[in-house]
């Protein structure tokens, strides 16, 4: 258990498993603390962890304990609540519960892992530099205006372009030593 290859664990993957818990109708006020137990579920169970496929068997793995951490979640709330509405409330938080299965998509993980990865390498540049990256490889304008929209050269844009996605990559091959059977 590296600390660092932890961190950047959590500060990747804990927005995503948060959001899945939320669309799942967990409170506001719990939802942290299902990501907890989520985390906590991976701790426990990383060291038998076996890639089962070349892709996206991790976030598989990570989605089914978070299918599982919100079940346990509405059951214990069930548990502790008056048995108030009977089998229509019953009805009502099974349902809930299984609602879960259809918030977590693939495209959901990539979007919110590509907006974390961004977020976290954005903050090496200057602000400058991450707009001609952006306007040029993310809106796919043309050098010369995002140079006179910056106030760069063009020479500079396409020098900007270079740096961020040379970070980016090297972010992403940081990522893949650090944690190679969790892809």
Request: aromatic share 8%; proline share 3%.
């Amino acid at each position: 258990m590296d600390p660092e290859a932890w961190n950047r664990l959590v500060t990747t993957f804990g927005p995503i498993v948060y959001r899945w818990c939320r669309a799942s109708h967990v409170p506001m006020s719990d939802a942290g603390d299902v990501v907890q137990e989520v985390f906590a579920s991976v701790v426990r169970g990383i060291g038998t962890f076996e890639r089962q496929k070349s892709e996206g068997s991790f976030r598989s793995w990570l989605a089914t304990i978070t299918r599982n951490r919100t079940t346990d979640y509405f059951r214990r709330a069930a548990k502790s609540q008056a048995a108030a509405g009977g089998t229509d409330a019953l009805m009502a938080m099974e349902q809930v519960a299984e609602s879960v299965d259809s918030t977590i998509t693939l495209e959901s993980i990539e979007g919110a892992f590509t907006r974390e990865l961004l977020a976290q390498v954005r903050v090496e540049f200057e602000a400058n530099t991450w707009t001609a990256f952006w306007l040029t490889t993310m809106e796919d304008r043309p050098a010369g205006a995002v140079a006179e929209a910056t106030g760069l050269s063009r020479a500079s844009v396409y020098q900007a372009k270079s740096r961020v996605l040379r970070r980016l990559r090297q972010r992403i091959r940081e990522m893949d030593q650090t944690l190679p059977t969790l892809r």
